[in-house]
């Protein structure tokens, strides 16, 4: 995770190389630029040397073509482009397809199964994000594993099915007990873990302690700015507005340069709810009218509908109540009639599921 040293490694070395030494050359620039990144220029310029490894890669390699692919998927999801990166999990599925008896096809497959969700509706994609988990659970590839637990049991609590994600991120828990791993994807497993607790509506918003230790220790990424704002919910819902504000400042300080409309959407979703329970509704609804009419690139159709209606009603409801309940005001809008979705995204507080696409 030395993205920074890895790049310099990477260039110490001017010698001559060949085509393929000098396309993975790109791809692991394209990489080390995407993870150490703290603007969105970088990602693009990574996003630039990926697209060069690619365009050649399959005259050379075509294993190394499809993971060329695969993290370009990734990369297009994360820049908010949805329809260049469903246009690539066709080609990549259509090219499997015809390669079935071949291993690398079938672990590709549940890669782009594992990411489904990203290009697809959650409806659609939660048969294949539990496949990928059934074929990676007895693989050697644990990483892939654990991020397919963690995107299905997301995609769970989309849908509402509390206690099955429940099931899917103690099965992960359990086996990073027996197999140490990366901190990052603890990050995202513990967040989604704190998103079930946030969600299921209980009395009892049970925090994961070591949630804010791990963040910390990664405080400079951007990956830590989700989890930042789900921590920020929590000490909201247990009458701590002031940790929450100084969180979600937090959140906002690192995706200054980023700018990422993603984490801009939920900071601001979130920081015009908590003025609002210290009482400064002018300023809340400036913040909601300012900040979250317009949806972010990330959210495809549906989502975007219920974002769009989610900040339309709360608007109203901050200009006519007075709420002053945390508890009460996240569970305001919760037997309203909708789908699932708006289930999920209408809350008080506005959680977020991400899945980290750029995980390949």
């Not at 990602?43 to 294993?63: D, Q, R, T, Y």
């Not at 701590?240 to 937090?250: M, P, V």
């Not at 990422?260 to 913040?287: E, K, M, P, T």
């Not at 789908?339 to 209408?346: A, L, V």
Request: charged share 20%; with cysteine; aromatic share 14%.
């Amino acid at each position: 995770m030395e993205y920074d040293n890895a790049l310099k490694c990477i260039h110490s070395y001017n010698g001559l190389l060949s085509l393929r030494l000098n396309l993975l050359k790109e791809y692991l620039i394209a990489i080390a630029i995407y993870k150490s990144g703290k603007t969105f220029q970088l990602h693009k310029e990574a996003l630039i040397s990926l697209k060069i490894a690619a365009e050649k890669a399959k005259s050379v390699e075509l294993g190394f073509w499809c993971d060329c692919l695969s993290t370009l998927i990734s990369f297009y999801v994360n820049l908010g482009q949805i329809h260049d990166a469903s246009m690539l999990e066709k080609e990549l599925i259509y090219y499997y397809s015809e390669k079935r008896d071949m291993d690398f096809a079938t672990i590709g497959i549940n890669i782009l199964h594992r990411k489904s969700a990203a290009v697809n509706s959650v409806e659609r994609a939660i048969m294949r994000t539990k496949e990928s988990v059934i074929f990676f659970r007895n693989t050697i590839y644990s990483s892939q594993y654990l991020m397919a637990l963690n995107n299905h049991s997301a995609n769970l609590l989309v849908l509402g099915k509390y206690d099955d994600a429940k099931r899917y991120l103690m099965e992960a828990f359990e086996f990073i007990g027996k197999h140490p791993t990366s901190s990052i994807i603890k990050i995202y497993l513990l967040n989604n873990y704190f998103v079930y607790q946030i969600q299921k509506t209980s009395e009892d918003y049970s925090f994961p302690n070591n949630l804010l230790d791990i963040i910390n220790c990664y405080e400079d990424y951007g990956w830590s700015i989700i989890p930042l704002i789900n921590s920020a919910i929590y000490y909201a819902l247990n009458n701590d507005l002031n940790t929450a504000s100084i969180l979600l400042e937090r959140a906002s300080l690192l995706n200054n340069e980023l700018n990422d409309s993603y984490f801009s959407y939920y900071i601001n979703a979130n920081l015009a709810a908590i003025n609002y329970l210290c009482g400064d509704r002018d300023h809340a609804i400036q913040i909601l009218i300012d900040n979250c009419l317009t949806v972010p690139a990330l959210t495809k159709a549906t989502e975007s509908y219920y974002l769009k209606k989610r900040t339309t009603l709360w608007i109203e409801i901050m200009k006519t109540t007075n709420i002053t309940d945390p508890k009460l005001f996240h569970n305001f809008f919760i037997d309203d009639t909708g789908g699932n979705q708006w289930k999920f995204i209408c809350h008080g507080f506005l959680c977020s599921d991400l899945q980290f696409w750029s995980e390949f």
